[in-house]
């Protein structure tokens, strides 16, 4: 069973900066698929960027491309979302999601909130 817990949200002034983390346990890392998806009030969960389980191909939204980096520690066993020029429009819960490579079982974390505002 792969537990995902999220830290690093907050509330932010636009043209600010977060750095989103993952910890993840109870899989070996390496083997799992990453994303972070985000949720704003009264909207679809949208997929913000994803990463392979060797942490290459990272892939945006194209809301997000320029201005946010997603990577991977296979060591730590982490998952960040660098996130910079920060618009009102950011501002959702942001989740961190794993997908088992053999099997496709997906796990979600329990969400951060990010709310960009000044």
């Known amino acids: 069973q792969v537990q995902l817990v999220e830290s690093g949200g907050g509330l932010v002034q636009p043209g600010g900066s977060l750095r989103l983390s993952c910890a993840a346990s109870?899989?070996?890392?390496?083997?799992?698929?990453m994303s972070w998806y985000r949720q704003a009030a009264g909207k679809e969960r949208e997929l913000v960027a994803d990463?392979?389980?060797?942490?290459?191909?990272?892939n945006y939204a194209d809301s997000v491309k320029g201005r946010f980096t997603i990577s991977r520690d296979n060591v730590k066993n982490m998952m960040y979302l660098q996130m910079n020029s920060l618009k009102p429009e950011d501002t959702a819960v942001y989740y961190c999601?794993?997908?088992?490579?053999?099997?496709?079982?997906?796990?979600w974390g329990q969400g951060t909130q990010v709310t960009v505002s000044s």
């Open positions: 990463i392979t389980s060797g942490g290459t191909s990272p």
């Open positions: 109870g899989f070996p890392f390496s083997m799992l698929g």
């Open positions: 999601k794993a997908s088992a490579l053999y099997t496709q079982i997906e796990y």
